[in-house]
């Protein structure tokens, strides 16, 4: 009995993970040319039972980490040492392996929805609390999971040697990641709140330094 319960499990894992060759790619597509389309298909779907959500997405958070993989994916194939395992100083000392450096960035990355979601949640005059603040986030992580893939691959050209090309390509792929990231969220503010762009982007400056301020203290905390 204990076999068959194994067994049934493996499938059931087994089906998922290799779904994602199939919908990772189908959710990135979506989110870095239907940016706004997919966060609000994600805010409809808040209303369906939870087996009936991300039929055609990836959750948010595991979208988030598989886009992180694959940059360190790219890292790896171009022979690179991952700069955090490699640091240590601070509390990098205790980041020794691949798994917990991917854990370590994506709690970095997830840090820029979270700020921006409680913003959101503030400027709707509702009450911030764990209820509240879930579907921001969720909505939020898929920009912020193209923005860090993009950020990610360019900071992996910008250290590529073998050619003097890829750091040039790597610079405009973080100037043009960080622009998109921002105009997104922006236009995103813009159209939750009921406000215009202008207002959109001193509400998203707010979220993003609040993000900004929380990177500077885990950076101390890592190189120190």
């Known amino acids: 009995m204990d076999f068959m319960k194994w067994l049934s499990s493996l499938d059931e894992l087994l089906y998922e993970v290799m779904s994602w060759l199939i919908f990772f790619p189908l959710t990135l597509w979506r989110a870095v040319f239907q940016p706004i389309a997919v966060m609000e298909q ?3 779907e808040a209303a369906l039972p939870d087996d009936e959500q991300y039929a055609a997405l990836l959750r948010p958070p595991l979208f988030l980490a598989l886009a992180l993989l694959l940059a360190h994916t790219v890292s790896a194939a171009l022979g690179q040492t991952d700069k955090i395992i490699a640091n240590t100083h601070g509390l990098a000392g205790f980041v020794n392996d ?8 994506a709690v970095i990355f997830a840090a820029f929805p979270l700020f921006l979601a409680a913003r959101i949640v503030r400027c709707r005059g509702a009450k ?4 509240s603040l879930r579907q921001p986030f969720y909505v939020q992580c898929y920009p912020a999971a193209v923005f860090a893939l993009g950020i990610s691959l360019s900071a992996v050209l910008i250290d590529d040697k073998n050619s003097d090309l890829t750091p040039t390509i790597g610079h405009w792929l973080m100037g043009v990641s960080t622009l998109n990231y921002w105009l997104v969220v922006t236009g995103r503010f813009a159209k939750v709140l009921g406000t215009g762009y202008l207002r959109g982007t001193g509400n998203v400056a707010i979220g993003m330094f609040e993000g900004a301020l929380f990177l500077v203290g885990v950076g101390f905390l890592f190189t120190r």
């Open 98 to 105: 691949n798994a917990t450096a991917l854990a370590f960035r």
């Open 42 to 44: 994600v805010e409809r």
């Open 128 to 131: 911030l609390d764990r209820s």
